[in-house]
């Protein structure tokens, strides 16, 4: 390794103090991320970058920056070994770099829309379409149960209804409103 070191002249130790550095980073957060630390990437500059014209990505963050310093460092470095022109090295590179740094922030975005909170919100029920499963007493007198399928999940709620007659097992009804008690009121579909 000392000799490899001492082998390189000023220009390429310089692109390896960039890259192994920044790659060490990546591979300590990699292993922690396994364990459940670090999935919350800090954001040096603040600013989000709109990509897609929906919600923002954040462009400069610490898994950005040192992807950028070592994709930017080894790219260097190969290309300087490889003899091409100094200038046109440090332009690649910078570029490589730029473009690792864009790429993880779109990767990090996509990850992060495979969170789900995993709550329930009954607001998105209204207008949708159950199945009674235990028969709703009539004018709001009593309650019984409907089948839905919301957010993706099968479920039994509470319901009501203002209807004048008793709403049986197996008929349709509509959704119409939702309460703070998760109660949901329903109408018949005629």
Do not use: C
């Amino acid at each position: 390794m000392i000799q490899w070191w001492n082998n390189m002249d000023l220009v390429g130790q310089i692109f390896a103090l960039i890259a192994i550095p920044a790659t060490l980073v990546l591979v300590v957060q990699t292993v922690l991320l396994f364990f459940g630390f670090g999935d919350d990437d800090v954001d040096i500059d603040g600013p989000d970058v709109d990509i897609d014209g929906s919600d923002g990505m954040a462009l400069f963050s610490i898994r950005g920056i040192m992807g950028m310093a070592a994709i930017g460092g080894w790219s260097g470095l190969v290309m300087h070994e490889a003899g091409i022109n100094i200038w046109v090295t440090i332009l690649l590179a910078v570029a490589f770099g730029f473009l690792a740094l864009v790429g993880i922030a779109y990767i990090m975005k996509l990850a992060s829309k495979l969170q789900a909170s995993g709550n329930i919100d009954l607001g998105r029920a209204i207008g949708r379409v159950g199945t009674v499963y235990i028969p709703i007493p009539p004018n709001m007198q009593g309650a019984g149960k409907i089948n839905i399928t919301l957010q993706e999940r099968f479920l039994e709620v509470t319901a009501m209804t203002n209807a004048d007659r008793k709403i049986a097992t197996g008929e349709s009804v509509r959704i119409v409103a939702t309460d703070e008690n998760s109660v949901v009121v329903v109408e018949p579909i005629k």
